[in-house]
C-alpha cells in the first residue's frame, strides 16, 4: 500500500504529474530538448519574478554545497557557515571537504540565524561567500533573508549562497528583492515532483566570481554550465528528461496556483499543525516568529513513541517524520508542502490522535 507522504521530503506527488514521465524520449541534443528545457527555465524565472540566471542539473540539491565550494570562494579568501541544524552544518562541512577555510557561527538549534548574527562576523573578518539555510529541515527554523540580503548589501564582494531545498517554491522567496547571489533547491519538495533535479538561481555577480577562481571541475563548473546555455539554450551533460517532463508541467499548474496563493495556502497549514501541537501537549522547536511555511517540527513533549505511530500510520497509509539527527525522538516533523490540502492535514492529525489517544 502507498502510504501518503507527510514527511519533510521527497513530498507526495499526484498522479497526473507522475505520468509525465511516462512519454517518449528524445536525444538532449535535439531541438524538443531545447524547448522542454527552456520551457522549464522560463517558467522558473515567471514564477521567482528573477531575471538572474537559471540551471536545472540532474543531482540532488546538495550538489550546489560543492558548487559553491568549487566556484565562488577565491584562492586564499574565506567562507562563513551559518549553522542552526544538520543542513546548515553539511555546508560547513562541505565547505572544509573542497579544501575551503570556513569559519562557523552556531547558534542553538532550533533558534533563528538573524542578521546581527552575521554583521557580527562580517565586522571581525573579510569573507568571499556568507551561506545560510533560510529553511532548516532538521529544525524547522525560517531565516529571514530579507533582512539579511540587505545587510549584505553593505559588503559588495560577499557572495550570499542561500540553502532553499525545502522551501523555495513553497514559501514566498524572490531572490532579486532579497539579494541572494546563489539560492539552490530540490525538486522532491516543494515542487513536489520525484527527486533528481537540483534548481539555481544565480546571479551576474556570483557567476562573475567564477572567473577568478580555478579547477571548478566539470560537473560542478559554474561558468562551463552557463557557457553552454548561452550557446546552445542547452545542458552540458545529459540530464533526466523525464523529470523535466513533470517538471514542466508541475511548473504550469504551480504558476495557474501563484507563487503568493501556495505560500497562503502553506502558511495555512503550518499554523493549523502548530495549533493542533500545542493543543495537545507538545511544543514547537523552532523559535517564536521564525516557524518553517513548509515544514513542522513538533517537540515530542509527551515522550511518545514515534517509531511506532508510524508503523501505525503506515497501516492507514500516512507517514510522518521522526526528528532528523541528534532530533530524533525528540522531536517529530510533518511536511506539509506541495499539493498537501488542510483537509488531508486533517485526516492525519485524526489519525495520529487515534494511535495515541490524545
Request: hydrophobic share 40%; net charge negative.
Amino acid at each position: 500500500m502507498h502510504k501518503k507522504l507527510w514527511i519533510p521530503g521527497p513530498t507526495e506527488v499526484k498522479d497526473d504529474v507522475l505520468k509525465q514521465q511516462a512519454k517518449g524520449l528524445f536525444g538532449h541534443r535535439s531541438n524538443d530538448f531545447t524547448i522542454l528545457y527552456n520551457s522549464v527555465i522560463n517558467q522558473l524565472r515567471e514564477f521567482l519574478k528573477t531575471e538572474q540566471h537559471i540551471t536545472v542539473i540532474t543531482a540532488s540539491g546538495s550538489l550546489f554545497m560543492d558548487i559553491t565550494g568549487r566556484n565562488l570562494i577565491r584562492p586564499g579568501k574565506k567562507a562563513l557557515c551559518m549553522v542552526n541544524g544538520s543542513f546548515s552544518d553539511r555546508m560547513y562541512k562541505t565547505l572544509v571537504s573542497c579544501g575551503i577555510d570556513a569559519d562557523k557561527f552556531e547558534v542553538e538549534w532550533g533558534k533563528a540565524i538573524k542578521q546581527e548574527h552575521i554583521k557580527e562576523m562580517l565586522e571581525k573578518s573579510e569573507y568571499d561567500v556568507v551561506a545560510v539555510c533560510q529553511n532548516e529541515t532538521s529544525t524547522g527554523v525560517k531565516a529571514d533573508l530579507k533582512s539579511i540580503g540587505d545587510l549584505l548589501k553593505n559588503y559588495p564582494e560577499t557572495l550570499l549562497v542561500v540553502d532553499a531545498v525545502s522551501s523555495l517554491g513553497g514559501d514566498l522567496i524572490l531572490p532579486d528583492e532579497m539579494g541572494t547571489d546563489l539560492i539552490f533547491a530540490s525538486t522532491q519538495k516543494c515542487f513536489a515532483i520525484p527527486p533528481g533535479l537540483a534548481v539555481g538561481i544565480v546571479s551576474q555577480k556570483a557567476l562573475d566570481r567564477t572567473k577568478d577562481v580555478p579547477n571548478r571541475g566539470f560537473y560542478t563548473d559554474l561558468k562551463g554550465i552557463f557557457d553552454y546555455f548561452e550557446k546552445s539554450k542547452q545542458t552540458p551533460s545529459t540530464p533526466n528528461i523525464s523529470l523535466l517532463f513533470a517538471f514542466d508541467y508541475k511548473l504550469k499548474q504551480m504558476l495557474e496556483e501563484g507563487a503568493e496563493n501556495i505560500c497562503n495556502r502553506l502558511t495555512e497549514l503550518a499554523a493549523y499543525t502548530h495549533n493542533w501541537a500545542l493543543e495537545h501537549g507538545f511544543g514547537l522547536f523552532a523559535e517564536e516568529g521564525y516557524e518553517s511555511v513548509t515544514v513542522s517540527t513538533i517537540t515530542n513533549k509527551l515522550e511518545k513513541d514515534v517509531s511506532a505511530l508510524n508503523k501505525a500510520l503506515g497501516e492507514k497509509g500516512l507517514v510522518i517524520a521522526n526528528g532528523y539527527g541528534k532530533l530524533k525522538n525528540q522531536t517529530f516533523r510533518i511536511g506539509h508542502m506541495g499539493d498537501h490540502t488542510l483537509s488531508g492535514l486533517k485526516e492525519l492529525l485524526a489519525a495520529i490522535e487515534e494511535i495515541w489517544e490524545l
